[in-house]
Structures are given as C-alpha cells and as structure tokens.
C-alpha cells in the first residue's frame, strides 16, 4: 500500500499544482511574479551563450575579412607609391624639355643608373650606350645645361665623366667678353682658369661650351660667375663658377648629337 502511494504521490502533487496555477489566478499570478525574474535571467544567460558562439563561430571568416582588407590596403599603397613617382618622372621630363636646346631631335633622352662621387672622380653611369646612339666624348646636358662628356660608351650603357670631376677640363667661353678659359672641378667646385688678365669679369656673367671639334657643340650653357678669385699679381684670372645643376641627384640626361 505504502509503495502504491509513493507511486503516484508526485503525479497528484503536480497536478494539484497544475489545478492551483491554472484555475485560481491569485496562485498564478503570485507564482508567476515569483518565477519571473528566474525566467527572464535564464533568457539573457541564453542569449549571451548563444551571442558569443556566434562570434566563435565568425572568427575565421573575420581573419579572413581582415586579411583581404589587410592586402587590398597594401595594394592601394604600393598605387599611391607609383603614381607619386609617375609624376615626379613627368616633372623632370617637362623641366628638361622646356629647358634643353630648341632641337629636342639632337637629343637622347637617359636614365642615370649608378654614380661614383669621389674627390677624385665625379661620374654617372646611364642606362644607353652606342646601339642608342651615344658616342665616347659626346656632350650630356640636364636640364639644358652641360653637365659633361661621355668617357666611355658600351653597347647599352655609358660612363659619364661629369664637369665636376677633377680630371675634367672643359675649353669654355665667358658669354660677354668672348674671352676663352679652361673649367675645372674638384673639391673646391667649378673653377675657370686661364683667363687674360685684361679682360673684365662680371660677377652673373654665363659661361657656355666652347667648339671642340665635331664632339662637343659650342653654345651649351654651363653656368654663371659667382666669385672672382685671382689677385692683382697673378698672370691669369680665375674665377668660380656656378651651375643650377645638383650633380648628386641627376636622374634624366641628354646626350648632344
């Protein structure tokens, strides 16, 4: 008798709280005002469980993401770098264009490859030689003004030995008394020697190449005289020279047929 009753001891307990629940409102109510905050803790412990499985689950696709943005980013970069040089290359174009001899057909257009700066040597290295049409002692200007001659012309490249290298010497002409002196360059910069002392040199006076031979066409700009050197007992006069050319950054040059 005792196990029959333990049998069904918690069928009529549950469904006397069944009756209670759902017939008498007061019992309801009050239970449901009592379980209530249980059941809306229990809704947001699940949502938080199931919110962050969500963002387990989204990991991978939120490495990816990011590692698209990531490149996509790069790839802007690596633009931005290319257009920048695009343009710093069309702006040494259009200055050197503007600026060389009317002739732009008697012009071959180089790039400067590589550059020796020793007080010793001064040189270029371009990325023409003889097969473009560039020939050993022939004439190189950057933006218009004779920068110095080829020494050397290999089939693709050349060697430029620049005017300021002090094995350089340059026969030149001071524009306004067409008096003729020898360019040099060295430590000290670009020096004119050998001038006669009966001749008046102007400080802004320009200097241009002088006629050598078929090699270098005469009437080249070099510069202007910035200083004159020589005293009142010196045999010759001298004077330093300067040229608006910045050989260390020389990227464009143009050899004179």
């Known amino acids: 008798m005792y196990n029959t009753w333990r049998k069904v001891q918690r069928p009529l307990i549950g469904l006397l709280f069944a009756i209670l629940v759902l ?3 007061p019992v309801r109510n009050r239970i449901i005002v009592t379980l209530s905050p249980l059941v809306v803790t229990t809704r947001h412990v699940g949502e938080s469980v199931f919110d962050f499985a969500q963002l387990i689950a989204s990991i991978p696709t939120l490495s990816s993401e990011n590692g698209s943005l990531r490149s996509h980013i790069n790839e802007l970069q690596a633009l931005e770098v290319k257009q920048k040089e695009l343009a710093h290359e069309n702006e040494l174009l259009r200055k050197e264009l503007n600026l060389s001899p009317a002739q732009s057909d008697t012009l071959i257009a180089a790039q ?3 550059r020796a700066s020793s007080v010793s040597q001064q040189q270029i290295v371009i990325n023409k030689g003889t097969k473009d049409g560039f020939t050993t002692g022939m004439a190189v200007v950057a933006q218009g003004y004779f920068i110095g001659q080829v020494e050397e012309a290999l089939e693709s490249t050349s060697r430029i030995d620049l005017i300021t290298s002090v094995r350089s010497l340059v026969p ?15 430590a000290e910069g ?8 009966d001749v008046t040199i102007d400080s802004g006076e320009a200097l241009v190449t002088a ?7 005469g009437g080249l700009p070099v510069g202007t005289v910035s200083a004159v050197l020589s005293g009142k007992s010196d045999v010759f006069q001298s004077a330093r020279i300067h040229s608006p050319i910045d050989f260390s950054r020389l990227e464009v040059v143009f050899g004179v047929k």
């Open 23 to 25: 017939f008498i409102p």
């Open 211 to 217: 006629n050598l031979g078929n090699v270098v066409r």
């Open 112 to 114: 400067v490859i590589s």
């Open 190 to 197: 670009l020096v004119i020697d050998e001038i006669p002392r």
């Open 172 to 186: 030149v002409v001071l524009q306004t008394s067409r008096s003729v002196g020898l360019l040099k360059g060295g």
